[in-house]
Structures are given as C-alpha cells and as structure tokens.
C-alpha cells in the first residue's frame, strides 16, 4: 500500500510548451474600393523631407490602379481633409483625371522605425478615406493596410 501512495505522490515532469512565434506581419498595401477589395502587386515607400509616401501599385499603362499615402515620420493618427498636410491618393487608372485626393478620412500609423540600413526601415498602419477627382465624382477606399520596408 505504501508502495501506491509513493507512486501516487510523484509526478511526471512537464515539458515547457514552446510559446508560438507569431507569424511575420504581412507586408505590401491591401484595400477596398467600390467593394473590391485590391492587393496591391507592388509597394513601396520614399522619404521625401519631413515625410514619407507610401504606394501600392496593381497594373501597368491605362490599366494603372493604386493609392499614394502621404504621412510624417511619427507614428499616430491623421486626420484626413482637403487642407491637411497628410494626403492620400486613389489612382482609379493610368488616366489623370482619375485621381481621387482625399477630402475626409484618416492614416493611422501604427509602426514607424527609420534605419540608416537601405531596407530596414518600416512604416505600417491603416486607412480610410474619401476622395474625389477634378469632375467632383467621389471614390470610398475603405480596410486599407499598409506595412512597407524600404
């Protein structure tokens, strides 16, 4: 009996559960317009002064759509309007007349971490807006994400 209670007393060690490691963030621009929602196949990101403008580009010549988004350097979130100082863009084809620039919405940056390394630097966050274009019709891009390197 005692024999029982002894082994009945000792345990089996537990192997530690490895934590997960979370998957990569995914990086390029993604959103919605018109209900579609649009992965963009080429993104990038330039400093330009005091700010950044990230791209996310689908398709060459006339069949050209993407969004430009003008932000500072800093994460936080930005208000969006026809006199600010962020912008962003919806380019709804390779014609001019189809820029869309932004009279209300926000750019919430989410990361921002400059690196004197070409490449390592990154910029990420979320977007919303309206836009309209030189003959007043508007566009709604909406789920917007953005997680550049450059």
Do not use: W
């Not at 009996?1 to 559960?17: I, P, R």
């Not at 018109?34 to 996310?56: K, L, R, Y």
């Not at 007349?97 to 932004?102: A, G, L, R, T």
């Amino acid at each position: 009996m005692l024999a029982l209670v002894s082994l009945a007393a000792c345990s089996k060690k537990s192997e530690d559960t490895p934590t997960p490691t979370p998957p990569a963030a995914t990086t390029g621009v993604t959103y919605t317009v018109d209900g579609a929602a649009v992965t963009a196949t080429t993104s990038g990101a330039t400093v330009v002064g005091n700010q950044i403008i990230v791209s996310g580009v689908s398709g060459t010549g006339t069949a050209n759509k993407g969004v430009l988004l003008t932000l500072p350097k800093a994460t936080g979130t930005y208000t969006l309007s026809a006199t600010s100082n962020e912008d962003a863009t919806y380019l709804a084809s390779g014609n001019t007349s189809d820029f869309y620039e932004s009279t209300s919405g926000s750019i919430v940056v989410t990361t921002y971490a400059a690196s004197t390394t070409t490449g390592a630097s990154n910029i990420a966050g979320t977007f919303t807006f309206t836009g309209k274009n030189s003959a007043n019709a508007t566009k709604t891009v909406t789920n917007g994400t953005f997680n550049v390197k450059y």
